[in-house]
């Protein structure tokens, strides 16, 4: 079976670890793109979109941490 390529929300919630009402609350704010299924109400992320949502997360962790060391009173410039 090949890999989909729209995933449900539950199937988000539970490759980040996290409860359906997050990934809502994701889609809501517009953190995670999701494309709503006309007339039924229901949501799908694209696997590219999940991927792009998670890499995006890394580099935000990764410019916090540099302005964290950066910020350090042991930093040299």
Do not use: C, W
């Not at 696997?47 to 916090?64: D, G, H, K, M, P």
Request: charged share 30%; proline share 4%; aromatic share 6%.
């Amino acid at each position: 079976m090949s890999t989909p390529r729209f995933l449900k929300l539950e199937d988000v919630a539970e490759i980040l670890n996290v409860s359906v009402s997050q990934v809502k609350a994701l889609v809501r704010r517009h953190d995670l793109r999701a494309v709503r299924i006309p007339d039924k109400g229901i949501y799908r992320v694209e696997v590219t979109e999940l991927e792009a949502f998670i890499a995006r997360l890394y580099a935000e962790e990764a410019r916090q941490a540099d302005q964290a060391n950066a910020d350090s009173p042991n930093h040299v410039t």
